[in-house]
């Protein structure tokens, strides 16, 4: 399976600033992910980064809050825009090789807000 | 209903016993299955595809029933490196075919 790079692994960021988290993998890839997972709760999908257009958010999550890049088959960014406390959590970048295949997940970001 | 559910444990089981989990999920048109594995502070991976006729990949065992719209991962002989939070994993049909919807998860821990 594909090998996926996430960065950084974690962070400690201000109210009010924002991150961008960065997602290499080794091949091109049609189909990434960006999912949240909160403390103690599973993961959450915040969007679908479509390579050369505008990314497809889930019920609850905006772009103007988590703008997502994804220029290339092999690369994505995601930012938390404006953080809160309640941002606070782990992100993780994610490709699947179609539909019916698994996920494969990189090691993530966990990300506290103070 | 919950699109997948888990019973959340913990589980606390010996070393050497069998444990099961079981996992519902609520869109008929589901087509594709899978169990994760999830290490404290650590990003999920996959453990298993669950296929129709059901699937072992040596202590673990996979099965999926379509009727009922329920998986379920069996481990025998567990070992104290078994402990993690258990992820079941279903890929919606219809409406939201390709989105992958993850259950809570099942904490087992293995104690000696």
């Known amino acids: 399976s594909a090998v996926i790079s996430q960065k950084p692994s974690r962070d400690i960021c201000q109210r009010g600033t924002s991150l961008t988290i960065q997602c290499q993998v080794d091949?091109?890839?049609?189909?990434m992910f960006w999912y949240r997972q909160q403390p103690g709760q599973s993961l959450t999908l915040i969007a679908t980064?479509?390579?050369?257009?505008?990314?497809?958010?889930e019920s609850g999550f905006v772009i103007d809050k988590f703008p997502i890049s994804r220029p290339n088959l092999t690369f994505s960014t995601l930012t938390v825009s404006n953080m809160s406390p309640e941002d606070s959590s782990i992100y993780l970048c994610?490709?699947?090789?179609?539909?019916?295949?698994?996920?494969?997940f990189g090691n993530g970001t966990r990300l506290t807000v103070t | 209903r919950k699109e997948v559910e888990q019973d959340p444990g913990p589980f606390n089981v010996p070393e050497g016993a069998t444990v099961a989990f079981n996992c519902t999920y609520s869109?008929?048109?589901?087509?594709?299955f899978f169990w994760y594995r999830q290490d404290c502070r650590k990003e999920p991976k996959l453990l298993m595809s669950?296929?129709?006729s059901g699937n072992e990949d040596g202590r673990f065992t996979a099965q999926l029933n379509r009727a009922s719209q329920y998986i379920s991962l069996l481990i025998r002989d567990s070992k104290l490196s078994d402990s993690a939070t258990y992820l079941c994993?279903?890929?919606?049909?219809?409406?939201?075919?390709?989105?992958?919807?993850f259950g809570q998860g099942t904490i087992l821990t293995v104690h000696p």
């Open positions: 994610s490709v699947q090789e179609n539909y019916n295949s698994p996920l494969h």
């Open positions: 091949s091109q890839v049609t189909m």
């Open positions: 980064a479509n390579q050369g257009s505008e990314a497809t958010y």
């Open positions: 869109n008929s048109a589901s087509q594709s």
């Open positions: 669950v296929y129709s």
């Open positions: 994993v279903v890929n919606g049909g219809g409406t939201s075919y390709g989105k992958l919807t």
